[in-house]
């Protein structure tokens, strides 16, 4: 998808007047949080896990390189293929031609961010193959050509008469021309569809939540089980995963998911976590004949060792998303790309750099309630204000505003002045007021006023009256 | 493309601030990968045999999977058959070649018609065993194999699992011990907690999504005295 | 546990000063009810969290110089803000992280940096104020009193000992107001849209009265309030704890 993030401000504005998806927003808002907060309250180790997490991915970090290498070396070993890509570019490619030497017509997809991040759908569809997502969010904003506004929940800006719509007008060529009331009919309807995609698949293609380096294992995890219907079904199955995805264990991989359903959805643990290690064993009745896993670089290992080091803890469990007032506010189209939420705001500069993603990290009241709930304790608030510093001093920011902060810090540096330019600055919005108590229009202040009233200043400065002798207050 | 592995290597060493791993370095992190400890477990299926078959029971449910408890190998055929007729199936079922499950008397059952085997996706019912119950989540550890075809866990519409009392223990790390004294990684490790379901028409949750829509466990015997 | 007669530099934040110094006196008052002696160093001007948020690092970390300066030799500073306090005591020690002398003497300060409330309660050992007012009233935790200086149970303790207060919790004590400093100016479609939320959620505990420890979110919210012509009235908690709540409210009139 061509990044629309520039056009922050223009999206969200848009998105905040958007009925259609405030009602629509309006199902996710309390849900997700409080689901959390309850699978949360049931576990009382989850703080110690989440320490545990953040340490076992902090390792994983500072030995990636051999982490990386040990995978390999175990899914080669179980007759699997590993192919090591720098861009996108590289991993369409990958892709396309490992479904071309499985002469694929059609190829199932389970849920991959890292298949929006490189528009593998849209190439694969150029270059005469069929792409059919399978995960039910991903499968309805394939039908409307959508990207997705949710890392776990892709359809999350869809109401059910959104689905219907949908169904009605494209399912017809499946003998399917009633529009569905129901969301149950709407669920079997899809069901029914897509298991005769699963069954036709050439080449099943699907993400990873977590490759483990001990046993080469991938790990695909899902509540409707389209992740194994598309890896076990078609004779060639491609994982695609980034290269910070690693764990070094099978125990280790448990400690983060029992952090990862917790987080994302509230629930003690998804319905299908399947571990798959390499393509069909001699004797298997089921599975596929090759296995391949595309690693997918695409700016990640450049941020290591750097001030963004710490988001590639990211386990992609949206709980960042779910809290953020900003997202629940607009939703995550407006971000302009695949990843929105703070961990977005986070991973689009630096994948697509600050330019286009500047208004991403600004777009932040640092509340820290994402910090907060991550599980891997990634400090999202501090990564989204060295963003605003490459800007300030690369000079991205505009030049007023920096001058305007310039002189501000200057006069605040300057406390003589500055306390009589105090005294004077609320003598005068007091004036300004008169009797009304606040002020509904201010020269400079347009950010401010054109939602809210100003209260006025009580009049005088508190430094002013303290030097004065006043004291309001005493002897009360 | 080998271009491609040396130079993802090589920066991510630079960027680490350091070169390739040197041997005693490597030596040290495969000793980390060999021993595979176990983390922090959680203490909640830390419990007494009996107990975590309650346990087991009580997480189960609580995501939509249907439980029995059975006394005895001779009760497994009739619980089966059971469960097809009050759910208005057919008395037809694919059930895993799996041997652990030959040990059941199905002729006392005649009208219940048994295919080994595979499935080809028309199949409403499939019986399956598994490797493992996990208390902790109340769910099914189930490996690929000869015996056991993954597809029998996703394509049907309902899914009953025969599992066996000393099979259910507290914890995934438990699981992995079981399945490392067993051989090497299967293809497929599935683990299983309750039926497929779908929250992605407006947050309401809907099961039978892609995988079955119901999942039954019935747990053949008691709690193991000493485990 | 309780030092006799402390020494407090009241860090009186920069939005008090020019906007609404009743709060600074409040503060005054409780701290000397509570047995400090309160100064206010007059050279004070910003904690420098504008210049911090906005990533001018260097500024920044000149302005944090002069409050060190300002501050040192108290026994405490305490400011009726969790964002400035949060400022001084969660971001001055890593603001100063490379630099050995500074460093020393920003991690300093911050161990003597204190948020009201949690200053009065924690430090202080305050369980209760005199006074009385009757009122339907919640309050708003604001992020930084809640996530970076621990604030949460300190003024809700405080405000059960005012005879005639009913207080009523809001849904999502936890969800921003939507100030963010200069966050609500850049992108006032956003930010507006959180404060409503917010606002829906005071307006469904049926309170009449509004509190929060922190004239950020205090001036978003009445700002908001006032344009939508609400009669909910909106202080400051420390006015209350004070008994010093008969003047006009935030945006209110006089008289």
């Known amino acids: 998808m061509e990044p629309t993030s520039r056009a922050f401000k223009e999206n969200s504005r848009a998105a905040v007047n958007d009925a259609h998806l ?11 949080v409080d689901k959390r907060g309850k699978a949360v309250g049931k576990l009382p180790e989850f703080e110690a896990l989440r320490d545990e997490g953040r340490d076992i991915k902090a390792h994983v970090l500072e030995n990636l390189d051999f982490y990386l290498e040990e995978f390999e070396a175990r899914v080669v070993e179980k007759g699997g293929r590993v192919h090591w890509c720098q861009t996108g570019a590289e991993a369409r490619e990958t892709i396309l031609t490992i ?91 899809a069901r029914q569809i897509l298991r005769q995609k699963f069954v ?35 004779r060639t199955h491609i994982v695609t995963a980034s290269i910070e995805k690693l764990v070094p264990t099978l125990e280790d991989t448990t400690t983060l998911l029992r952090l990862l359903a917790r987080s994302a959805t509230g629930q003690e643990f998804s319905t299908y976590t399947t571990f798959s290690t390499g393509p069909k064993r001699p004797g298997d009745l089921d599975g596929p004949e090759a296995f391949h896993v595309v690693i997918l670089d695409n700016g990640r290992s450049a941020a290591l060792g750097g001030e963004f080091h710490d988001l590639l803890r990211c386990i992609r469990c949206a709980a960042c998303l779910n809290h953020c007032p900003v997202y629940r506010a607009i939703g995550g189209h407006a971000y302009g790309w695949v990843y929105s939420g703070p961990m977005g705001a986070v991973y689009t500069p630096l994948l697509l750099g600050i330019e286009e993603a500047g208004h991403l990290p600004n777009a932040s009241s640092f509340c820290g309630r994402c910090e907060a709930v991550c599980p891997m304790r990634i400090p999202l608030p501090r990564m989204m204000r060295h ?23 200057w006069l605040v540096r300057h406390p003589a002045l500055y306390n009589r330019m105090t005294a004077l600055a609320a003598r005068a919005l007091r004036l300004l007021a008169g009797r009304r108590g606040r002020l509904s229009r201010l020269p400079l202040a347009g950010g401010w006023t054109v939602s809210r009233d100003l209260p006025a200043p009580e009049g005088r400065s508190f430094k002013a009256l303290w030097a004065a002798d006043v004291r309001p207050g005493r002897g009360r | 493309m080998n271009d491609s592995r040396a130079a993802i290597l090589a920066t991510i060493a630079k960027r680490l601030g350091r070169g390739p791993l040197d041997e005693a370095a490597r030596k040290s992190l495969r000793a980390r990968l060999r021993g595979h400890a176990p983390g922090l477990i959680p203490a909640r299926a ?41 759910h208005n199936l057919p008395s037809e079922v694919v059930m895993a070649p799996d041997p652990s499950l030959d040990g059941y008397p ?51 519409d309902n899914h009953i699992v025969v599992l066996r009392a000393e099979q259910v223990m507290g914890t995934y790390e438990e699981g992995w011990i079981l399945l490392r004294s067993a051989g090497a990684m299967p293809r497929n490790v599935n683990f299983v907690t309750g039926p497929s379901r779908t929250a992605d028409i407006e947050q309401k949750t809907q099961l039978g999504a892609h995988g079955p829509r119901r999942l039954h466990i019935v747990i053949v015997g008691s709690a193991q005295e000493d485990k | 546990m309780t030092d006799a007669d402390p020494r407090i530099g009241l860090f009186v934040t920069c939005l008090v000063d020019l906007m609404r110094p009743s709060v600074g006196f409040a503060a005054v008052k409780l701290l000397e009810q509570a047995g400090c002696r309160v100064e206010v160093p007059m050279n004070q001007t910003c904690c420098g969290q504008p210049a911090y948020n906005s990533g001018a690092r260097a500024e920044t ?30 971001h001055y020690p890593r603001l100063f992280a490379a630099d050995a002398a500074w460093g020393a003497r920003a991690e300093a300060l911050a161990a003597r940096t204190f948020e009201l409330m949690g200053f009065l309660v924690d430090e202080r050992g305050l369980t209760a104020v005199e006074g009385r007012l009757s009122a339907r009233a919640t309050y708003h935790d604001s992020c930084s009193s809640l996530r970076e200086m621990k604030v949460h149970a300190q003024p809700r303790a405080l405000l059960a000992s005012i005879k005639g207060l009913e ?51 205090l001036l978003n919210m009445a700002g908001r309030l006032k344009r939508q012509g609400s009669p909910i009235r909106v202080r400051h908690v420390a006015e209350v704890l004070a008994g010093m709540a008969d003047g006009p409210a935030i945006g209110d009139a006089d008289g």
């Open chain 2, 46 to 86: 830390q419990l007494p045999h009996d107990e975590q078959l309650a346990l087991f029971q009580e997480q189960a449910e609580a995501v939509a999977t249907t439980v029995e408890r059975l006394d005895a190998n001779s009760d497994v055929p009739g619980a089966v058959a059971d469960y097809l007729a009050r």
């Open chain 1, 99 to 189: 479904c071309r030497e499985a002469g694929a017509k059609t190829v199932t997809k389970g849920k991959s961010m890292i298949g929006e991040e490189i528009e593998i759908n849209d190439f694969l569809e150029a270059n005469g193959i069929e792409p059919i997502e399978t995960d039910l969010g991903e499968y309805i904003i394939q039908l409307a050509g959508e990207p997705p506004s949710h890392i776990i929940a892709p359809a999350i800006h869809k109401t059910q008469d959104d689905v219907a719509d949908l169904f009605v007008e494209h399912h017809a060529p499946y003998g399917k021309t009633e529009r569905l009331n129901e969301a149950r009919a709407l669920v079997d309807e």
């Open chain 1, 200 to 234: 036709d698949a050439d080449v099943g293609i699907t993400g990873a939540n977590f490759l483990v380096a001990e046993t080469g294992s991938v790990v695909v995890v899902t509540n409707e089980g389209n992740g194994d219907l598309t890896q076990t079904l078609p």
């Open chain 1, 22 to 32: 405030q009602q629509a927003l309006s199902n996710m808002r309390v849900g997700f």
């Open chain 3, 61 to 90: 970390i000149a302005i944090a110089r002069q409050v060190i300066d300002n501050f040192e030799g108290f026994d405490y500073v305490v400011a009726p803000s969790g964002s400035c306090a949060g400022m001084i005591r969660e």
């Open chain 2, 106 to 156: 199905w002729g006392d059952k005649p009208t219940l018609q048994i295919r080994r085997g595979v499935t080809a996706g028309d199949d409403l019912v499939a019986v399956t065993g598994a490797f493992a119950g996990i208390a902790e989540t109340g769910s099914l550890m189930m490996l690929s194999g000869p015996d056991t075809p993954t597809t029998l866990n996703y394509l049907p």
């Open chain 3, 167 to 217: 207080l009523v919790e809001l849904a999502d004590g936890e969800a921003c107001c939507g100030f963010g400093g200069t966050f609500c100016v850049k992108y006032p479609d956003v930010s507006t849209s959180m404060v409503d939320s917010k606002l829906d959620d005071v307006a469904r505990t049926g309170a009449e009265l509004l509190l929060a420890g922190d004239m950020g979110c």
């Open chain 1, 387 to 409: 963003w605003r510093e490459r800007e300030f001093e690369g000079r991205y920011s505009a030049p007023a505003v920096r001058r305007n902060l310039r002189l501000w810090a």
